[in-house]
């Protein structure tokens, strides 16, 4: 069993490297993957803490990127999620992180004062006291400090009511796109997977629209074995991938106290990722460019 989507306190986890590594440890993890959105800074302690513990570990990061226009679906306002294996500090997409991550703060920022507009008391310190980090700050940070107010009851509460896409206090920040996150990423020796691809919200053949793109672009493979995803979502998302000569792969999400109900490796409790995943995407790395 192996765990390739996980993270830390360096994004928008509440568990250290090192923890995270001793969970996927306890759960019966072969490898792990740290997937922290839009930073490295979480490797280096992780790398060690693998090494330490006996377990494979593949080091990664979760970006943003901005859907593509394609002709039989019009979503370009909105964004996806993909998974970068196989990254480490100083290499091109590395360096592209920095104004990632800028971007980022000032979607807090923004988001922070749409809160303020609709009456919810929570100001931009409260947020980056929360995280311990403005540049890892992101909306779950924001979710734990409405609940700790009192304004909401829990974090999906949050997202429901307030941060969702879509909702009152959402904000669009600068993402990469799709083509020069694969351009960026090619040249830094990684891999990129398309993380939780039913969470976009598109239709089954919309969905195969988008799929059939990313893989003519470079994407390597498609996150099919997920936490909340059931059985026939992760067979159908399996067929998918193959359709198209894309790597299945999965992880849990893992976030600690922040999606309380997952855990790394198992996630909500049925959740087993093969080792042969890994396998396939270790072949990719290795082929010739």
Known sequence: MIDLHTHSLFSDG???PTRVCELALRAGCSTLALSDHDTLDG?????VAAERLGIGFIPGCE???????????AVGHRSAHALVYFLDHHTPLDAELSTVRQGRVARNISMVELLNSHGI?????????ESGNEESTG?????????????????????????GYGRPAYAHRTSLTAERLTKLAAESGSLVVLAHPLRIGLTKDELAVLVDYLSSIGFTGLEA?????????????AKLAANYDMVATGGSDFHGTYKPEISVGTGTGDLDVPDSVLEQLVARHDQPA
């Open 43 to 47: 490797i280096p302690e992780a790398r």
């Open 63 to 73: 970006v943003s990127f901005t859907l593509p226009v394609l002709a039989r679906y």
């Open 225 to 237: 074995y997920y936490s909340t995803y059931t059985p026939d979502e992760r067979d159908s998302l």
């Open 14 to 16: 509440s568990e250290s």
């Open 121 to 129: 008391e929570v100001s931009y310190a409260d947020i980056i006291a």
């Open 139 to 163: 909306r779950p940070h924001i979710a734990a400090v409405m609940m700790q107010k009192g304004y909401v009851q829990s974090i999906p509460e949050a997202f429901d009511k307030w941060l």
